[in-house]
């Protein structure tokens, strides 16, 4: 006799304990995500980089387009003194937007020099023929019927301790020759002012964000920024991150610089600029200059 079964026989059922994916499968969920993470990537940079620039090239269609460069306001005059009635000496870094088309994204900057007693200003631009380094070029303070933004204002003994330094950097400009100035991405007149602020960082200042070429380099870079008051990563002035007391927190692409300015409260937006809190005029304390 056989024996009693005692349990019921068990059915081998297939257990699930969740879904287990193809490889094939798997590579296309990847895909999608990649996609997905490109595609809002772009949006981003379209949104943060080229829509104000966009957005700035409108409005200067809307009001008639850019002037010729001959057709400057000649009425606007100089409002700084003549040098030979101010005795003090005195440093000054200017901005203003280029001519044409350029100045929807960019400014021109300058630097103006007058040691102690000296009788004459001196003002220094770089341009894109003849002599790159020109001297005199425009009323110390003037660029085209408009007076420039002034980037640092330093007189009295600060400037005379200083000087010297700047003018050994004007000096020794590398890319002082016909055929050495390129708009894009430098160096060009705002890669030459650049220089002679790095040249005293103890200024603690920084060119605007839409001074295109200021971040041009020759090479790689990663070290103190031109303040020396943070650190920058720097790809040939093309790719750059900074992040910095002076400089704020700044994102180069291709030239064009989005960010925030940490100690005057505001945005940085590619074409127009420091957007918020006004930009602070750098004048060199006395404890910085020695």
Same mark, same amino acid.
């Given at each position: ?127 894109? $023929? +003849? ?6 070029? =425009?009323?110390?303070? #003037?660029?085209?019927?408009?007076? !420039?933004? @002034? ?84 790809? $040939? +002035? ?6 910095? =007391?002076?400089?704020? #927190?700044?994102?180069?692409?291709? !030239?064009? @610089? ?33």
């Amino acid at each position: 006799m056989s024996q009693p079964r005692l349990l019921p026989r068990l059915r081998r059922e297939p257990i699930y304990i969740g879904t287990i994916m193809s490889p094939s499968a798997n590579v296309s969920a990847v895909k999608s995500v990649r996609k997905s993470i490109r595609k809002h990537l772009m949006l981003a940079f379209l949104a943060t980089f080229l829509l104000p620039v966009l957005l700035g090239a409108g409005a200067l269609a809307y009001r008639g387009g850019p002037t010729h460069w001959s057709e400057w306001d000649r009425t606007v005059t100089s409002r700084l003194p003549q040098a030979s009635d101010y005795p003090q000496a005195r440093i000054l870094v200017m901005s203003g937007r280029t001519r044409g088309w350029k100045g929807v994204v960019a400014v021109h900057s300058w630097i103006v020099v007058k040691g102690e007693n000296e009788r004459n200003w001196r003002r220094y631009d770089v341009a894109g $023929w +003849g002599s790159p380094v020109r001297l005199n070029w =425009w009323p110390p303070d #003037l660029w085209f019927g408009e007076r !420039g933004q @002034v980037i640092v204002d330093i007189s009295g003994p600060r400037a005379q301790a200083l000087i010297p330094r700047v003018d050994a950097a004007i000096k020794s400009y590398k890319y002082s020759h016909d055929g050495d100035y390129r708009i894009w991405p430098g160096p060009n007149s705002n890669t030459f002012v650049a220089t002679v602020l790095r040249a005293v960082p103890e200024v603690e200042a920084t060119l605007p964000a839409n001074a295109i070429g200021r971040d041009f380099r020759p090479w790689p870079y990663f070290g103190w920024t031109d303040s020396g008051t943070g650190v920058e990563a720097n790809l $040939w +002035g093309v790719l750059c991150v900074k992040l910095g =007391w002076v400089e704020g #927190l700044e994102v180069n692409v291709l !030239g064009l @610089v989005a960010g925030l300015d940490l100690r005057n409260p505001a945005l940085k937006v590619p074409g127009f600029g420091h957007v918020g809190w006004p930009q602070e005029t750098a004048t060199a304390a006395p404890r910085l200059v020695k």
